[in-house]
């Protein structure tokens, strides 16, 4: 915060900048706008690049350029508005895909992954900076990781105490917390029971890791990527299925006793990916939706095995985690071993490597790769 009647040095940096749909990355110095007395300004250490930010790229989320993508972030707080409470300069902070403004109806009622301050702007995101030309730049999803300084709300940024590297803790602001909050706190695996996970990407292979710590019994893991499918098995996947070459949905109730998986968890996207993991859960079985594949997509389900056969299908946004109780046992969870972030981290990448890190996650050579800020 600038001492009293002085004004704010202007900040500029280095962005990503998604000036048009589908086209590269335009790697450019940006000034920041003058810190909103509701924010904080964040130097960013390290952000993932995850399917997410391919679809934002793509225009399959109706993202509106020039904006600056990358939904969940870690770095330091350097600036602080006046508003703000519970951040201080110099704190190392992660900055997730959702706040918690602990006021909207959604926060008041303890669900704060559906918090107003994300989803009530109707795809309309704050501008942040501006570029040579004079124009304002967004944040993408309100965070805007792809850029050496981050504006985000006082209420989007969470203290982390952590000797783990920024690349391992990038990964809490969304995949480590909608993988194993999914398991703990949507689906509520229970000792025993059987689980499918369909889908073993960057969110599927944090679920598999939370279902063994769980206790689960029979873990089948649904993914058509070979490579996948071997960093399940490494994880502790007892069954591997390839839906290209098998009926995914016959081969999971085979593995379970010709009834179906007591929970499934889906990670994969597609609304096909969502219809198996449906027909996968036994009758009365719990079915956990993560994924999506376009804005506008429609997701056709079977009415009898749906109405009539007592399947609970649950959807799980950031993993109905509470980020200021949930975040430090994450971390804790990390730094005694119990979560393996080596399998999933398949490497990291420069800013001006940006449209790299985006092909290799579209093509699936990366499980995670994280934007890591070498100052």
């Known amino acids: 915060m600038s001492p009293r009647g002085t004004a704010a040095p202007v900040v500029r940096g280095r962005a990503g900048v998604l000036r048009e749909i589908g086209e590269p990355f335009s790697i450019e110095q940006v000034e920041m706008l003058p810190l909103d007395p ?23 989320l109706f993202k509106v350029p020039p ?59 704050p501008d942040v900076a501006r570029g040579d030309d004079g124009a304002a730049i967004s944040c993408a999803g309100c965070v805007g990781g792809y850029a050496e300084y981050m504006s985000a ?12 590297s920024s690349e391992v803790l990038s990964m809490l602001g969304c995949g480590i917390t909608t993988g194993v909050g999914s398991v703990a706190n949507v689906a509520e695996v229970a000792p025993g029971e059987s689980v499918a996970i369909v889908g073993a990407g960057h969110v599927g292979l ?3 890791q939370a279902a063994r710590l769980a206790g689960a019994g ?3 893991v649904v993914e058509p990527h070979a490579g996948r499918r ?10 591997l299925v390839d839906p290209d070459d098998t009926d995914a949905v016959e081969a999971v109730r085979d593995l379970t006793g010709g009834r179906g998986a007591d929970v499934v968890l889906e990670a994969a996207g597609p609304t096909a990916a969502q219809r198996i993991a449906v027909r996968a859960a036994r009758r009365g079985g719990r079915t956990v939706l993560t994924g999506f594949e376009v804005g506008t997509a429609e997701l056709g389900l079977p009415q009898v095995e749906t109405a009539l056969q007592s399947r609970r299908i649950l959807s799980s946004q ?16 990390l730094e005694r071993g119990l979560l393996d972030p080596d399998p999933i981290l398949t490497r990291t990448y420069a800013l001006d490597e940006l449209d790299l890190a985006r092909d290799r996650s579209g093509s699936l050579d990366d499980v995670c790769g994280i934007i890591a800020f070498d100052y």
């Open 230 to 239: 071997a960093i399940a098995a490494s994880l502790g996947a007892d069954h």
């Open 38 to 60: 509701a924010r904080v300004l964040v130097r960013t250490h390290a952000s993932p690049f995850c399917s997410t930010d391919v679809k934002n790229w793509s225009g399959k």
């Open 318 to 333: 950031n993993g109905q985690v509470h980020m200021r109780s949930d975040l430090q046992r994450y971390t804790g969870m």
């Open 206 to 208: 944090w679920m598999l």
């Open 153 to 164: 709300s006082g209420n989007q940024v969470f203290p982390i105490e952590s000797d783990l």
């Open 67 to 125: 904006t600056i993508l990358g939904h969940a972030s870690i770095g330091e707080v350097v600036e602080v508005g006046s508003e703000v409470r519970g951040v201080t300069v110099g704190q190392r902070v992660v900055v997730p895909g959702t706040p918690e403004c602990g006021r909207c109806y959604y926060c008041a009622i303890g669900e704060p992954w559906q918090c107003g301050e994300l989803f009530d702007l109707g795809g309309v995101y």
């Open 218 to 220: 029979t873990i089948v």
